[in-house]
């Protein structure tokens, strides 16, 4: 028994030093917001920003902004403005592409920083498109890709893994690993660490130059608000970055752009990752919603964090007993980022029937409800009433309609 | 002697039957436009399609949008749209990523189908991301990248070519080439044909189809209007597709990207060159640039072009006389692009002094003055105007001034 009230939850609302932060998002009435990881909220400053780029650098200033409102310096100050939310240094981190583009960028360059050895190993519940960019690069580069369990990696790290690739916290269980060891032992083998931070960076404290790792990517539209389909971020360490020959070679990687010489030379440092002319409303996007995380003390968005993780944990154990959930995050806290996730045969259903009742969380097949805590905007009481509704549909048997059963195109 | 006066233009323009598209796009004041062809104006419908994007779609719609604002069928939605300006059928086109990385896409997955031909085959007058981008696959994939002027192209297509990458209207010079007896001559020496459409989408005539063409990149931000860094399009002729391997094999080109399969399967026809997740925002004002263009009538585009260019270079010829300027652009009508380029030794600070008058052109290393023509939303009085306020510096010596000769990041 938790004991607790919807006020109890008003009040940690009304207690809560982040709860300013909130009205700087744009938030439907009626909603509450669980899939913050999947697609951020929107800030209010961005619809502003938005019309700034468009009606006066591109409708005024025209092509002349690529200098004067130095749209050419976005994929850099972006960038060092990410690398401070993971732990990089300011000439270490570029805005560019997707996620998926970036991780092939680094897998294939990677490789012959390990000559000789023939390995990309994962683990099997990595994100499909980690996987399937690393099937990619190995068929190109005539490597092979090797997935384990996570349990198995120590133990998979033989002579020939010339780079191990990991996502931080897995996008279906919110589990987190511990960055530092595991890039220790990685390194210790002889092979290279490449960290997704897709699902924690915005989420939790991240040290990738404490760590010592590698390379890094990661995504910009889910805890970094930054819009649908925002540009990705991709991290190199400095000691690699003039070591590199990045196989997309486009023009902005060039060391003199604008020279327009014959052949390709890169540029000095990260910016050597660059490859084609950057999307600048995408971009622009994603700095507000950058900006605004940056304005956020990280230890007081993680403690916020794991205190509604456990406030939601204690209210589903509780009113959701012998419903058949079975909440698969990690408990410790250390070992989660922010999310929560619970199993359930019948997730797909139940999910639909939350979002009908204006509860968005999400479904991740085959059997997972997936519920992102983003304390950015997300309120204590909100928690209360999402259970409440929850185990609503579960006691009302709501959920096991036949419109909770149609398949969507996009889950 | 034109015999032409101001009053002509005027004429010109009152007779225009495309000039009701020029309130369609804000354009700034006291600004000739002259630069569409690096970066389009703005439509402005885009403003109010972009706040409706971020304050409705996102904000209130959240993740749901991916299928009820049917964000996820953009890529092919605008790529069937482009095609009908390409001469593609509608399931030959997507849009996605940036120019460099679908030519790097497309070489590193045409080359496998033609087994045991080593040369790319190119221009030295290419861009030069295509170049650079071309010399990058073939480090990776143990190829060469051959340039030959191109007079000597059908010299170069010997048994080991196996694919020409050519860009149809020159960047620097506005030259085009002949699409369909080029495509002709490189199939029946056994090689493939890729087309870069940059500076031709949307700026004249294009049948992909007629030409029998494998594959095309092009720009969404020149001649499409779709905004600062706008997307790319790439078209794979429809006997392609099927039998292409893309290197970049993300999630978005999986057969079923939302049921997490652990190992890649590539979509059916062209999506399967999909990969990341798409920059949404930036999507969409490509769309309403896209809808704008495919409003006009191509032939009544072309039209106008041409004759602008005659108008431009018949004031230029008479008002520049002696003073050092070479249009390089040809004037075979069939031979050219919809831009004027002339070559300067002072090109740069002549520029500059432009822009500093309100007449935006630009500038191409080492000494070219390129001006783009888009019948879309340029005037015939501006030409006069124009060609008036060049003659002007050129005999004030405006032009030669300390401000004027200083670079600038970005050319």
Known sequence: ?????????????????????????????????????????????????????????????????????????????????????????????????????????????????????????????????????????????????????????????????????????????????????????????????????????????????????????????????????????????RRWQDRMILPLTGWLGHAAPFAFEAQFRPAAGVQRALVGTPPILSLAALETGVDLMLEAPMPALRAKSLRQFELLAALMDEALAGCGFDIVTPRDPDRRGSQICLVHQHAWPIAQALIARGVIGDFRAPDILRFGLTPLYLGYAELWDAVAILKDIMAAGAWDRPEHHARAKVT
Request: glycine share 10%; with cysteine; charged share 20%.
């Open 1 to 237: 028994m938790t004991g607790l009230t919807r006020r109890d939850f008003e009040a940690l609302d009304r207690a809560d030093t982040l709860r300013p932060f909130r009205e700087r998002f744009v938030l439907p009435e009626g909603v509450i917001y669980l899939d913050g990881n999947s697609l951020g909220a929107m800030p209010k400053e961005t619809a502003a920003r938005l019309q700034q780029v468009a009606a006066q650098e591109w409708a005024e200033g025209l092509v002349r902004s690529w200098s004067r409102a130095g749209w050419i310096d976005l994929p850099l100050r972006i960038g060092a403005k990410i690398g401070r939310l993971i732990g990089a240094e300011a000439d270490e981190t570029i805005v560019a592409d997707s996620t998926s583009v970036n991780l092939f960028k680094l897998l294939a360059a990677a490789l012959p920083l390990r000559p000789g050895r023939k390995i990309i190993l994962s683990e099997c519940t990595n994100f499909p498109t980690d996987l399937y960019i690393a099937e990619g690069v190995a068929a190109l580069l005539g490597c092979r890709l090797e997935l384990v369990e996570p349990e198995a990696l120590d133990h998979a790290l033989c002579d020939d893994v010339a780079i191990v690739m990991l996502t931080h916290v897995n996008y279906r269980t919110g589990r987190m690993h511990d960055m530092a060891g595991i890039t220790r032992r990685v390194q210790a083998a002889g092979a290279l660490m490449l960290w997704d931070l897709c699902h924690s960076a915005g989420a939790v404290p991240i040290d990738l130059t404490g760590a010592g790792a590698d390379f890094a990517v990661g995504c910009g539209y889910k805890y970094l608000n930054g819009g649908p389909g925002a540009p990705s971020f991709l991290y190199i360490a």
